[in-house]
């Protein structure tokens, strides 16, 4: 699989549904919002998704990237909030609107500055495509997702984060 990573701003009616669902079906729904759903309620992350984690968790374990890294709200960004599904060829994590808005207004400290210092710090052995070339890349979706995140907190939506593995 190619573990691309993407956001989804949901409303009250699709963030019930989902909860409703379990398994299978969980990841079935997620490929039919990656069809469904605008542009303004879809974000993707590409592959960056990863280092945005370690970036604003402090992970810089080479072998594994882990979910409980970090503190709140910043470890909610990526692999945080309530998982939805628990095989092993998807990652799906519910923030709920309250933990996005908190997540925002962290997010909001964060300039371009800081991601690059924490990058250099924490990717440096994680990744072989590591140098300035990929930190780029990485700041490039953090700005995107950032904005997206602020929409969707803005509108109070819950947001799921999907990857595949």
Not at 33 to 39: A, G, I, K, P, Q
Not at 125 to 143: K, Q, S
Not at 149 to 163: D, G, I, M, S, T
Request: aromatic share 12%; glycine share 6%; net charge negative.
């Amino acid at each position: 699989m190619a573990c691309r990573g993407h956001y989804y701003a949901l409303d009250d009616e699709r963030r019930a549904h989902i909860l409703s669902l379990s398994g299978i079906d969980v990841v079935s729904y997620i490929h039919d919002l990656y069809r469904d759903l605008s542009h303004r309620d879809h974000q993707d992350v590409d592959k960056a998704w990863d280092a945005i984690h370690r970036c604003l968790t402090g992970d810089s374990d080479p072998e594994f990237v882990h979910s409980s890294a970090g503190i709140y709200p910043l470890n909610q960004c990526v692999l945080g909030g309530q998982p939805l599904y628990d095989g092993d060829d998807y990652i799906i994590m519910l923030i709920e609107p309250l933990a996005l808005r908190d997540l925002v207004a962290a997010l909001e400290k964060i300039d371009e500055a800081w991601m690059e210092r924490a990058y250099h710090a924490t990717c440096k052995h994680v990744f072989p495509e590591y140098g300035d070339e990929d930190c780029g890349y990485t700041l490039n979706w953090f700005l995107d997702m950032k904005v997206f995140l602020k929409r969707a907190a803005q509108a109070n939506r819950a947001v799921v984060f999907y990857a595949d593995q």
